[in-house]
């Protein structure tokens, strides 16, 4: 199965560090972002990628590109230019780094990657700025069990995000960012059927708006309640708090066997 990560956005909400690289590449105890949401996944078994990217989009294909350098040790030979890798154990990652333009929406940026997904009857999809402690086999056994095209992971943070409304497990509204909220909302990592792509019409379509919200209305959005950990990367203030966790030695977002 193949993951698509939303890595374009322009980050404004954390624009202190945001203004020199996309928010998916600002790090987390010394690694990107975007590497911890890839293990959380590698962890299950998942190591097809594919990074919707847009916003400095370069930064991404150099890190990536430049992989086994920046995580092993090197040795180099200033006379003769000659450069030794001294491999270490690395993930067994396929990664695809498509640029799905500058200005383009949540929705629009997974439309565009419809040539990537053709061999795909499902796929997951997620933010590059969220971190969560979500059994993913769990979630694609759950996905596989009702025969609705999209899953939502929902989470219990705070009351400043969209307000999902529940008839037993199935989503039957969804409202993007109310000026009120309380209850569940949407965390992200998505099981998504192929077909579900035809509910996004282009560029300029937000995901968590007219898609998911058309989705509700015609009973094909299923939320999978999740108690654990979640947490986004919005702000200043909560990349503080996640590189704290870091630091604590037992981040929960990390799984271990």
């Known amino acids: 199965m193949k993951v698509v990560i939303l890595a374009g956005g322009l980050g404004t909400r954390i624009s202190e560090e945001s203004h020199l690289k996309p928010k998916p590449m600002i790090e987390i105890g010394g690694k990107p972002i975007l590497r911890h949401i890839m293990n959380i996944y590698a962890f299950h078994g998942i190591n097809e990628f594919i990074i919707a990217a847009g916003y400095k989009a370069e930064i991404i294909k150099d890190y990536f590109l430049n992989f086994y350098a920046i995580n092993n040790d090197i040795s180099i030979d200033l006379e003769t230019g000659k450069t030794i890798i001294h491999d270490g154990k690395q ?23 419809q040539k990537w997904l053709a061999d795909s009857d499902t796929f997951m999809v997620t933010y590059g700025d969220g971190l969560c402690d979500v059994n993913i086999k769990t979630l694609r056994e759950f996905h596989k069990s009702h025969g609705k095209l999209v899953t939502m992971t929902t989470v219990l943070p705070p009351a400043r995000f969209g307000r999902i409304s529940f008839n037993d497990c199935e989503i039957c509204r969804f409202e993007e960012k ?28 937000i995901w968590e708006r007219e898609p998911l919200e058309r989705l509700a209305r015609d009973g094909q959005l299923v939320g999978f309640k999740h108690h654990g950990f979640w947490s986004c990367m919005d702000t200043l203030k909560e990349k503080n708090i996640l590189e704290d966790l870091w630091e604590s030695g037992k981040p929960p977002w990390v799984m271990k066997v």
């Open 91 to 113: 993930p067994n990652w396929k990664i695809h780094i498509v640029d799905t333009g500058l200005h383009t929406q949540t929705g629009g940026r997974v439309k565009r990657l």
């Open 178 to 205: 109310p000026l009120t909220d309380d209850g569940w909302i949407n965390g992200g990592f998505f099981v998504v059927n192929h077909k579900a792509l035809d509910y996004i019409e282009g560029d300029e379509t």
